[in-house]
């Protein structure tokens, strides 16, 4: 059967409503949906002050709820390769988790402000990427690399050494992006119930902390 778009909004929908059925009847059974793990303990990410600060912020999800990007990368792979571009530039990687948003251009606008150089990169869980600047708008970024389904390892290394060469003020060439026009349909479904994961575990009373992965990630 061709997988069509109409088809494939018609099993978003259909998945979304169950899952909107699921939480109704919780509710109902006095066991309401939570959902949301808990950051209790963890430090409030707060400005940094070094100039050779990258911050990356990951989303609410971000290898607790999802541990591998939509076409399967390890989000701990994701995080080292981002981390050693950033180092291999001579500039400082910090990670903190944005929890109060699931929309990358937002996360990444989120950690620009509050890194020391004024650059950073938000990372969804499914794998989109963006590099942000502090003073700009949240959907007028630096780059934009929204074909998660295509991204390798490889592209994150050159990611992360981008955001350090804005930082350093140097000409920057853009990453060539690989396009697939048949990458939406293909993925639309499960980047939909990832995007939906990752939107229930926002959490607005808690904005930003300070992050390292379950299997505490080297820098270095």
């Keep these: 059967m061709e997988l069509n778009q109409e088809l494939i909004e018609r099993i978003t929908r259909l998945v979304i409503e169950k899952i909107n059925l699921q939480n109704e009847q919780s509710e109902a059974h006095g066991t309401p949906f939570t959902g949301k793990t808990s950051y209790a303990g963890y430090p409030v990410a707060k400005k940094g002050t070094n100039p050779k600060e990258v911050v990356v912020g990951v989303g609410p999800a971000f290898q607790r709820e999802i541990k591998k990007t939509i076409n399967g990368l390890s989000l701990d792979d994701v995080l080292k390769n981002i981390t050693a571009g950033i180092e291999e530039e001579g500039m400082i990687p910090r990670v903190v988790k944005i929890l109060k948003t699931s929309d990358v251009c937002f996360m990444a606008l989120e ?60 000409k920057v060439s853009p990453i060539e992006g690989v396009n697939d026009p048949m990458v939406r349909a293909n993925y ?33």
Excluded: C
Aim: hydrophobic share 40%; glycine share 8%; charged share 25%.
């Design 111 to 170: 950690a620009a402000k509050i890194s020391g150089s004024g650059i950073g990169i938000g990372i969804q869980s499914k794998g989109t990427t963006v590099i942000h600047q502090k003073d700009l708008y949240p959907l007028s970024n630096l780059e934009l690399f929204s074909q998660a389904p295509l991204m390798t390892l490889k592209t994150y290394r050159a990611i992360g050494k981008n955001a350090a060469k804005y930082v350093k003020g140097e």
């Design 188 to 220: 639309q479904v499960k980047a939909a119930l990832m995007h939906i994961k990752e939107t229930e575990l926002v959490d607005v009373s808690i904005p930003m902390i300070e992050w390292r992965s379950e299997n505490e990630i080297s820098f270095r």
